[in-house]
Each structure stands twice: as structure tokens, then as C-alpha cells.
């Protein structure tokens, strides 16, 4: 006869750990997220700001949000915006780091301090910097390029929508480089040597080596960037409203984070406003949605 397994005692010493953390973390994320929605369903406006009660609404905010030709603009704006940098950040920032694994020790460390003085200063700061870059008068870069016999003379790169979006993405990019340069970095240092040089004993050549060895090695870090670096992106705020302010055509170039702010902090409509913020969450949640099944599918197999 089989003996039987002892019991195992369960004591509530581990749930008791967890809920105290638990409990703040949805207080401090669930009270904005239901105020929030409670707000898109009411007339907010500048008048419930002096104590005027707010008018439920109901779905009436979303209906004319929706309704709005201008929104898809801004919306179809956000998404290629979103992934041209995503893609752009991805692609340096993975040469980057493979180069790195290639580079001797002094130069690495002197790579990776330039990045970390990139990473750590401030966006208001470097916007500043990046403005005097491109200004009209004194900017560097038409001084370069006058010099070099193009005719940049006092060429204005914020006035022009695509040159504008030129401008934001090269900052954006130049920002966002370095966590991906670090993050794939940290994981190439982990694919095993005696794999990598197994697969060269068999013949295979360094791209095949990179394609079937060390990619597949670090495609769960590769998947959790490129899915934190869509969801920065699509939310990227701070810099395009600086270089609006510095002489972008506001209509032109609004994305979905500077949209909601003109709706909310500049028009006073709050109600609107927080419409469409949750009409960002859920367009982050659509496009997110394929990375996440790729890797919970990825933690199953």
C-alpha cells in the first residue's frame, strides 16, 4: 500500500506580505484609471473648475471624439510616428551593442559613458540643446550645410510638418538608443560561448551564427524592448510640444499626447480630454497586444 504524502500546510504569511503592496499599487494606479473614466463620461469644462456641477453626459464625449475627422489624423500621425522611431531605435540600438561585444575594453566603457550621459540628461535640457541645433539663425546644422553648398541659409525645420517630424524623430531615437544599446548589451554577454562556438565547428558562417544562435538566444529581452519602446513612443510627449513651442504649426503636428493636452489644459475641456485619453489606452493596448501573445506563447513553449 502507498504511503500518503503529507499534507502541506498552507499559512497565509505569503498572502499577507503581498497585499499591503498590492493594495497601494492599485490605489495608486485604480483611483486616477476610475477617475479618469468617470470624467470622460461628464461635461468638465471651465465652468465645473469654479464649482459648477458637472453634467453627466453619459457616452456623448466619445461619441463626438469619434466623430472627429481630425482625431483619425492625429491617431494614423501617432501610430507611424510610433513605429518608424520604434523600428529606428531598435535597429541602431542593437548595432550598437553588437559592435560593443567586438570593441576592446577602453573604447567599450568610453562607448557606454557616452550613452549613459545621453541617457541621464534631462529632456528639457537636451531639447534646449537640440533647439539651438536647429535654429533658423544660428543653428548649427544649417551653418554645416550652408558651408557644404547647400542653401539652408535661414531654412526653418519646424515650420514644414515632415521636416518637423524629421527633427523629433532624430531626438527621440537619439534619447531612446541607449536603454536598448545597454539592455541588449546585457543580454549578449550571457549567450554561451561553447553554443556560439559549437555552431562554428559545424560550419556556420557568422551571419548564420547571429541569425540561428544568438538571436534566437536573446529574442525574450529583444520582444520585452521593442514592447516597452512602442508603448514610450506612442506616448511621447515632452519633446514634440517643445519644438511646437519653438515654431511648429501645432494642427500639423499634434500627436495623440499634445492633442489631449490642447483639449484639456489649453481648450478646458476636460471631459473630452479624458476621452481621449482613453481612447490612447485602449489604441496601447491594441498594439501591444500581438507582443504580449508572442511572448506568453514564448513562456509556454
Same mark, same amino acid.
Given at each position: ?91 541602431v540600438g542593437v ?28 529632456? =528639457? +535640457?537636451?531639447? @534646449? $540643446? ?6 533658423t539663425q544660428y543653428?548649427? !546644422?544649417?551653418?554645416? #550645410? &550652408? ?19 524629421? =527633427? +523629433?524623430?532624430? @531626438? $527621440?531615437?537619439?534619447?531612446s538608443v541607449p536603454?536598448?544599446?545597454?539592455? !541588449?548589451?546585457?543580454? #549578449? &554577454? ?112
Amino acid at each position: 500500500m502507498r504511503g500518503r504524502h503529507p499534507a502541506v500546510r498552507r499559512t497565509p504569511l505569503p498572502a499577507g506580505l503581498v497585499l499591503p503592496a498590492a493594495a497601494l499599487l492599485a490605489l495608486a494606479l485604480g483611483y486616477p484609471l476610475v477617475r479618469q473614466v468617470v470624467l470622460s463620461l461628464q461635461e468638465f469644462g471651465l465652468a465645473q473648475q469654479f464649482g459648477r456641477p458637472p453634467e453627466w453626459v453619459g457616452l456623448g464625449n466619445y461619441r463626438e471624439l469619434l466623430g472627429d475627422s481630425y482625431l483619425w489624423t492625429v491617431v494614423l500621425r501617432t501610430v507611424v510616428f510610433c513605429f518608424v522611431n520604434a523600428a529606428l531605435t531598435m535597429g541602431v540600438g542593437v548595432g550598437i551593442a553588437l559592435l560593443m561585444t567586438r570593441m576592446s575594453r577602453w573604447v567599450r566603457l568610453a562607448v557606454q559613458g557616452g550613452l549613459l550621459l545621453t541617457w541621464a540628461t534631462p529632456v =528639457v +535640457a537636451a531639447m @534646449i $540643446v537640440w533647439q539651438f541645433l536647429f535654429d533658423t539663425q544660428y543653428g548649427v !546644422v544649417n551653418s554645416v #550645410l &550652408t558651408s557644404l553648398g547647400s542653401d539652408h541659409d535661414g531654412h526653418s525645420w519646424l515650420i514644414e510638418p515632415m521636416s518637423f517630424f524629421t =527633427v +523629433a524623430t532624430i @531626438i $527621440v531615437v537619439w534619447m531612446s538608443v541607449p536603454f536598448v544599446v545597454f539592455t !541588449v548589451y546585457a543580454a #549578449l &554577454t550571457q549567450v554561451s560561448e561553447d553554443v556560439v562556438e559549437a555552431a562554428e565547428i559545424d560550419g556556420a558562417g557568422a551571419w548564420q551564427r547571429m541569425v540561428h544562435v544568438v538571436m534566437p538566444t536573446i529574442r525574450p529581452v529583444l520582444l520585452v524592448v521593442l514592447l516597452l519602446q512602442v508603448i514610450w513612443d506612442l506616448r511621447v510627449f515632452t519633446q514634440i510640444y517643445t519644438l511646437q513651442k519653438a515654431g511648429g504649426i501645432t494642427r500639423d503636428t499634434n500627436l495623440l499626447g499634445t492633442y489631449i493636452y490642447t483639449l484639456g489644459i489649453k481648450g478646458g475641456d476636460f471631459g473630452t480630454a479624458a476621452a481621449a485619453a482613453m481612447f490612447m489606452l485602449a489604441l496601447t493596448v491594441v498594439l501591444t497586444a500581438p507582443y504580449l501573445r508572442i511572448m506568453f506563447r514564448q513562456e509556454d513553449d
